[in-house]
């Protein structure tokens, strides 16, 4: 098949992935995924084919790019999972560089010149400066985080050889789930914050704990920038656009501006849910900044971007009605 607003979405089974591509479907791209399965899920594919592969497999790439001839690719498909590159940083470089650097070969191959990258806040490491800026100096302080630096520094350097542009998008916290309750976060296993209170709360998980309650911040408890998914997804499709019309290569952040604290997080579920959540004080957690929001000026500037959904209730109580759902499926 191929059609003439091909989308290849690698990672497209994935939770910002599968967001991304209803969103892409709505807007009249056909998105194309390219997924291994190892995390995204089959269920998950609802707005055009899948194709079952990995970034890895230089030849099963050129074949979907030739059948698809798409044109432009968004890149999600990485491991995600801090303390696991901690342990394991072979499976992140070969995976999340190596994976993207075969990738970029099979879009140069096969003529394909545009790209919007999946980065991450955590490229910032312990920022220098909060809220952050895309001039904030970038020194991740974990495998995942050098990984996706490195894949930018990589972006880069295809743009000056090949004239393949590139916008990376640095997430904050994404969180929440479709509004019309079709998909969500569904990670296997979970480390995320809502969704680890929520399954707490339904016993279909561990039992909740805060990771620390010393940090230097008025309750105590880390602050992020909690960003909805359908926003994040809506960013993509911005910036896909931004590159169709000619754009330059760009780094932007994306998120609210906006923080909370974990606590803050937990009396949001509590709002509502209309339930109260258990939970310990727990130690901190290796590698937790104390706080992360994002300045979020520049992607307005080359964007338009502006979070729609991303208030804390509507987060959480999209969030709250896929859990239900996926305990009533399972
Ligand atoms: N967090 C927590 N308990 C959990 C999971 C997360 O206190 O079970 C905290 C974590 O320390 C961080 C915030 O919640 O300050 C968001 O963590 P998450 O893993 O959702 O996202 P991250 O900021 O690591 O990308």
Request: with cysteine; glycine share 10%.
């Amino acid at each position: 098949m191929t059609t003439e607003n091909s989308i290849l979405v690698t990672g497209g089974a994935g939770y910002i992935g599968s967001h991304t591509c209803k969103r892409l479907a709505e807007s009249g791209y056909t998105p194309i995924t390219f997924d291994n399965l190892s995390y995204g899920h089959r269920h998950a594919v609802k707005w055009g084919p899948l194709e079952v592969g990995d970034l890895t497999d230089a030849g099963r790439l050129d074949a979907v790019m030739k059948q698809y001839k798409p044109q432009a690719v968004i890149h999600f498909a990485a491991y995600s999972l801090v303390g696991e590159s901690v342990r394991d940083p072979g499976k992140y470089y070969g995976n999340n560089v190596g994976g993207t650097l075969s990738l970029l070969n099979a879009m140069n191959a096969n003529g394909v010149d545009k790209i919007v990258f999946s980065s991450t806040c955590a490229t910032y490491g312990i920022p220098s400066e909060v809220p952050i800026r895309e001039t904030t100096p970038q020194r991740p302080v974990n495998p995942y985080g050098h990984s996706k630096l490195a894949v930018e520094q990589m972006l880069a350097d295809f743009d000056t050889a090949h004239d393949l542009r590139h916008v990376a998008l640095r997430y904050f916290n994404a969180c929440g789930a479709d509004r019309d309750g079709e998909i969500g976060e569904e990670h296997e296993p979970e480390t995320h914050l809502i969704p680890r209170i929520l399954q707490s709360m339904t016993g279909h998980g561990p039992g909740f704990a805060i990771f620390g309650e010393d940090y230097p911040t008025p309750d105590g408890t880390c602050i992020r920038d909690y960003i909805h998914v359908e926003d994040l997804a809506q960013g993509h499709l911005l910036a896909l656009r931004y590159l169709m019309a000619g754009g330059q290569s760009e780094q932007l952040n994306l998120g609210t501006g906006h923080g909370y604290s974990v606590r803050q997080i937990v009396d949001a579920v509590e709002t509502v849910t209309g339930q109260k959540v258990d939970y310990d004080i727990g130690p901190r957690r290796a590698g937790d900044p104390p706080e992360l929001t994002a300045d979020t000026s520049k992607a307005k500037q080359v964007l338009g971007f502006e979070t729609r959904v991303s208030d804390i209730e509507t987060i959480v109580a999209n969030a709250w009605t896929f859990h239900q759902s996926v305990i009533n499926r399972n």
